[in-house]
């Protein structure tokens, strides 16, 4: 049996930045093929050629078929793949990392692992989304506190700016359907944003489930990073969607965010946001965290935190 493929691996130094790409693509009903170094949704409608190296997250929705090569230049790509329900509402699985370095994983497990450091990331994130407030000396129960009292206000704020009437937030999960166009709206752009942020979050080597505001979740750093932009960017676009009309209320509010998203240049916010708060008081390593310097360096621990070269042979400085 012949080889699938005899193409080199890209290397880091030849893959599109994360700020660079686009911030996602929705497929459904189609599928996913590749031919050279693209990949190609085919349908009733034709064939639609789509560069993979300028891709940040594919959502394979419901329908989709993709073949091996597909995922394999995807992969190579160091784009983020992952299958999710109709109107892209519901997550179903995904990976791929860009990053080779382990030093935000590492950064991230660090702070994480103790529980003042833990509590001073999760008052970073609450001191990006809110600026105007010092959550300086605030206990997990008054972060969550002020953050829910500012989130209704958010709501309120902008259903009188779009005059959408809002009767609180309702969603049941599973069923899109449930909720009223404004409710519908804000679950499409949530689940947008989480999938912005797990291809984020995976492309800079962080481990998914190690949360400083949510926990005990596969995702829920992944959710702590989405927050950080939900009464900025994603709730304002899914109550103008909302007030435009109730009609394809899902795939409006995705095309609406997806133009957002790239106007603000949301990925590289979040690639610095992510390092803001993981790096905070240390010193940076541009090597360590960049994917087009150094990237495939290897370590080894030695004694008081001191980590060396590793592919040498140490058997002749260690005394018997």
Request: glycine residues 10%.
């Amino acid at each position: 049996m012949s080889a699938v493929s005899q193409r080199r691996t890209a290397s880091p130094r030849e893959l599109t930045r994360v700020a660079e790409r686009i911030s996602f693509i929705y497929l459904e009903r189609c599928t996913v093929h590749r031919e050279d170094n693209a990949i190609t949704a085919e349908d009733a409608e034709g064939t639609t050629h789509i560069p993979s190296a300028t891709i940040g997250t594919l959502l394979l929705g419901p329908g989709t078929r993709i073949t091996h090569q597909a995922i394999s230049v995807l992969g190579e790509s160091g784009a983020a793949v992952a299958w999710v329900g109709e109107q892209g509402v519901r997550y179903y699985a995904g990976g791929r990392s860009l990053n080779r370095s382990a030093a935000l994983l590492e950064a991230q497990a660090t702070r994480w692992a103790n529980r003042r450091t833990r509590l001073e990331v999760a008052r970073g994130m609450y001191r990006l989304r809110f600026p105007d407030e010092d959550p300086s000396g605030l206990s997990r129960q008054e972060l969550l506190g002020r953050e829910g009292h500012r989130l209704k206000n958010c709501y309120r704020r902008e259903a009188q700016r779009t005059g959408v009437s809002w009767r609180g937030r309702q969603y049941v999960p599973g069923d899109f359907s449930a909720g009223d166009p404004p409710n519908q709206a804000v679950t499409a752009a949530a689940q947008c944003m989480y999938g912005i942020a797990h291809a984020v979050v995976a492309a800079m080597g962080c481990s998914p489930g190690l949360g400083f505001v949510h926990s005990g979740h596969e995702l829920s750093f992944v959710l702590d990073v989405a927050d950080l932009y939900k009464t900025e960017i994603g709730i304002p676009v899914a109550f103008d969607v909302a007030a435009e009309s109730g009609e394809d209320v899902g795939s409006r509010t995705r095309r609406a965010l997806r133009d957002r998203i790239n106007k603000v240049r949301l990925l590289d916010r979040c690639v610095e946001d992510i390092k803001g708060l993981l790096l905070s008081g240390q010193t940076r390593d541009p090597a360590a965290t960049d994917t087009s310097e150094n990237p495939d360096r290897v370590m080894l621990q030695s004694d008081r935190d001191v980590a060396v070269p590793a592919g040498r042979n140490y058997a002749e400085e260690v005394s018997w």
